[in-house]
């Protein structure tokens, strides 16, 4: 039988091989996705909570979720086929006129591993494109990322142009280097993140608060 808790170690310690296999046999016997998925999403809890605690470091977190996101490639087609979605969609890129994306990949794993759906709109974001891809997919998170200070005041732009196209309640949350928690409360951001892993409690509770 599948070793679940196998398959949480497999993600913690960045093992895609076997994370990958024991997702496999779960799957051929039959097991609850949702049950597969929770022990993974588990083990990037442990992994952002050891690197907030500065136990690892980016490296150590990129493989971890790696190693979760070839592993959940086995499980999306069972979870579609059972009609299970994420409960969240979140939109994320780079600011326009900025082409750093390791902050935001980041992220972008760190929620997918949250049990989040994902649209990653890339770098050099514009606004509008921000809006469009809101709507399109019906989006509760925007997730905006900025590494120059040069750049980060186009995030201002994000948020006001996401409150005038009267998306319903949808939350921005921003990050990166140069941006501070009184730098998203002066844009009217939702949530400020300080690294990747503290994005999932910051997504988590914007969203609590509707």
């Not at 009609?83 to 992220?107: E, F, S, W, Y």
């Not at 990653?120 to 997730?143: C, I, K, M, Q």
């Not at 730098?183 to 990747?196: E, S, T, W």
């Amino acid at each position: 039988m599948a070793n679940l808790a196998a398959l949480k170690e497999a993600v913690e310690v960045g093992d895609r091989a076997s994370a990958v296999r024991i997702t496999r046999e779960a799957v051929d016997e039959g097991l609850d996705p949702r049950t597969i998925l929770a022990a993974m999403t588990a083990a990037m809890e442990v992994i952002g909570t050891r690197f907030q605690n500065q136990e690892i470091y980016v490296p150590e977190m990129l493989i971890s979720a790696r190693a979760m996101k070839e592993a959940t490639a086995v499980l999306e087609p069972v979870l579609v086929e059972a009609g299970i979605r994420p409960q969240h969609t979140a939109v994320i890129g780079t600011i326009k006129g900025d082409l750093h994306d390791i902050g935001k990949n980041l992220v972008a794993m760190m929620w997918k591993g949250a049990n989040i759906e994902v649209i990653d709109l890339g770098t050099n974001v514009s606004p509008e494109r921000f809006v469009e891809a809101a709507r399109e997919h019906g989006a509760h998170l925007v997730g905006i990322s900025a590494l120059l200070t040069t750049t980060m005041v186009g995030m201002r732009d994000v948020v006001a142009a996401i409150r005038a196209a009267d998306l319903g309640g949808i939350k921005v949350i921003i990050g990166g280097a140069p941006v501070t928690q009184d730098f998203a409360d002066q844009i009217g951001a939702d949530g400020y993140a300080p690294d990747a892993a503290s994005a999932v409690e910051v997504a988590r509770e914007a969203l609590r608060a509707g």
